[in-house]
């Protein structure tokens, strides 16, 4: 049985930073390529970040410079540092990978 799962998110001021983590089981881990995403009231999910199995990333040029992801590969873990919040960033974060999804962790930027 796959799982994802979130943890990290919570409320923080403009200009925080938070880390998510993503634990994984029930896949192979290290051949997968990873993904956060999110989604804001009223708005459709959009890929944050990805990172590839062997490690080259992209990420939504709203975030470039402010989120980072990374992987764990021993861990079976995918991480996104993100600084320099804004409050257009209020979403909850979805972990991803193939076919699977995360339940989510709220994040929640206050002005």
């Known amino acids: 049985q796959v799982q994802l799962v979130e943890s990290g998110g919570g409320l923080v001021q403009a200009g925080g930073?938070?880390?998510?983590?993503?634990?994984?089981?029930?896949?192979?881990?290290?051949?997968?390529?990873?993904?956060?995403?999110?989604?804001?009231?009223?708005?459709?999910?959009?890929?944050?970040?990805?990172i590839h199995r062997y490690g080259s990333?992209?990420?939504?040029?709203?975030?470039?410079?402010?989120?980072?992801?990374?992987?764990?590969?021993?861990?079976?873990?995918?991480?996104l540092q993100m600084n320099s919040l804004k409050p257009v960033y209020t979403a909850v974060y979805y972990c991803h990978s193939a076919l699977y999804w995360g339940q989510g962790t709220q994040v929640r930027v206050s002005s």
């Open 57 to 79: 990333t992209n990420y939504a040029d709203s975030v470039k410079g402010r989120f980072t992801i990374s992987r764990d590969n021993a861990k079976n873990k995918v991480y």
């Open 17 to 50: 930073s938070l880390r998510l983590s993503c634990a994984a089981s029930g896949i192979i881990f290290s051949i997968n390529t990873m993904g956060w995403y999110r989604q804001a009231p009223g708005k459709q999910r959009e890929l944050v970040a990805g």
